[in-house]
């Protein structure tokens, strides 16, 4: 493979047709199942993969047959599969559904209206994680049009990844004839610690997450009547929280949550430190707000080595507009807790649930509600040939040498092919940088890195087949 005619071919494909159509994509608000019920009614999901599949079968590539496969009551899946020069298989994944609105968005700018700032493209959608299948496509495409050898190549672009990859076990099982036992597995779902060079990603927490809810009255009353006589309910989850995380330091305290960390990942952690420097700085902070550790290391390991707690949303309390002196019947939260790689994400739900609802204070109605967990995951030693190939990549395309890190958020998809394929080798790599705000308000794709990441992920594909010959 030539880097320079790989340039060429993808830099002229991405501005001629993947560009004008993720502005398409962007604009649909195709939202995952767990934040759209009415999913199925709505059809931005269909909308959503018919526009993908359309584009695969415009570019024509040699040996690919495109299929949306629809199982009974799941999101619709789209299936790449390009025939190659050896019986082996790559498997590449992706996926195309959307987390929700958020608020906060920028003048200008909103999770369904695609703008393109310089080399931003803002809008939910784009980079988490709409564009792998146009950078899995290009990519095989440009291989094609230098007359390189590959193995076979599977695309699988999933649409429940933001809800927790429910559906995607059952078309793994429906699919395992056509998929057969990966020797490589891409995945394009990650993120990068700058846009600067190749990056490639270690390990991955795991999620446990459901609604806690505290209920002590049948109906509110007035706060003069019954406060200092019944407890607030918001007061009962405050102490059940408590049982968790210490308030003060954000430390999860139940030892059931926590691993031992390898020794290479704290040295990793300590080499990164050195490239990124302290991880809190890429953060929109307000002015006089420090990271919860001064230490650049320790804060890399809190992010993707130690379990953490988060609230992302509260029923039973009214809006500031409309709060009266009442005490409330019910207060409820979502918890987010994510886990490290390696602890048992079924485990630690279960326990979980049997802290937070165990001995209720006051004899308050607690009940603890978990959704699916998720598990993390930890990546294999690579093989030679792939750290090569990577390093020679990241070269070849930004000038610099390859990095790796862990991260702190969870691709599900990556645990389930882990325990599934365990002789595979896995490149897990993404487009998710500084301030490129993944979930959250001004979410953008960076342009030049999402074509970076494709040239890389050609000359990987390539040179595995290399590796072999």
Aim: glycine fraction near 10%.
């Amino acid at each position: 493979m030539d880097p320079h005619a790989t340039r060429r071919f993808v830099d002229d494909l991405w501005a001629r047709s993947v560009v004008p159509t993720l502005h398409d994509y962007i604009a649909i608000p195709n939202k995952s199942p767990a934040f759209d019920d009415e999913w199925r009614a709505h059809g931005h999901m269909e909308r959503a993969v018919a526009l993908l599949s359309e584009w695969v079968r415009s570019q024509n590539l040699p040996g690919a047959k495109v299929e949306t496969v629809r199982l009974e009551g799941r999101t619709p899946l789209l299936i790449i599969e390009a025939e190659g020069n050896s019986d082996e298989c790559i498997l590449v994944y992706g996926h195309y559904d959307k987390q929700p609105e958020f608020a906060g968005w920028r003048e200008g700018l909103g999770p369904w209206s695609p703008v393109l700032q310089n080399d931003r493209l803002y809008g939910r959608g784009g980079a988490d994680d709409g564009y792998s299948v146009f950078a899995a496509v290009a990519a095989l495409g440009s291989i094609a049009e230098q007359g390189a050898q590959r193995a076979r190549c599977v695309v699988l672009i999933e649409g429940c990844e933001e809800s927790g990859s429910v559906d995607l076990p059952h078309y793994l099982d429906a699919l395992a004839d056509q998929i057969g036992s990966p020797g490589l597995v891409v995945c394009l779902d990650s993120g990068c610690g700058n846009y600067e060079q190749l990056w490639g990603t270690t390990s991955l927490r795991g999620l446990v997450a459901g609604t806690l809810s505290v209920e002590l009255l049948r109906e509110g009353v007035h706060s003069g009547s019954a406060s200092g006589v019944v407890a607030s309910s918001f007061r009962v989850l405050r102490q059940l929280l408590s049982r968790i995380e210490d308030e003060r330091s954000g430390a999860i305290l139940p030892a059931e949550f926590h691993v031992d960390i390898p020794e290479e990942r704290r040295r990793q952690a300590r080499h990164l430190a050195t490239i990124l420097g302290d991880p809190s700085r890429d953060l929109p902070l307000l002015d006089s707000v420090t990271p919860v550790v001064p230490d650049a290391v320790e804060l890399i390991l809190n992010r993707t080595w130690r379990p953490t707690l988060s609230i992302t949303g509260a029923a039973g309390i009214p809006s500031l507009e409309s709060a009266g002196n009442v005490l409330r019947p019910r207060t409820a939260v979502k918890i987010s807790m994510r886990i490290p790689p390696l602890c048992d994400a079924d485990r630690a739900s279960a326990r979980l649930k049997e802290i937070l609802e165990a001995d209720p204070p006051y004899g308050a109605h607690v009940t603890f509600e978990p959704e699916q967990p998720a598990a993390g995951w930890c990546a294999p030693p690579s093989e030679p040939w792939l750290t090569a190939s990577v390093d020679r990549a990241s070269r070849a395309f930004w000038g610099r040498e390859a990095a790796y890190m862990g991260e702190g958020g969870t691709i599900p998809f990556m645990a389930m092919l882990g325990e599934k394929f365990p002789a595979a080798q896995f490149f897990i790599t993404g487009v998710l940088g500084p301030e490129s705000n993944a979930h959250g308000p001004n979410e953008f794709l960076h342009l030049p890195m999402a074509r970076g990441v494709t040239c890389a992920i050609a000359h990987v594909i390539a040179d595995h087949f290399a590796r072999a010959g």
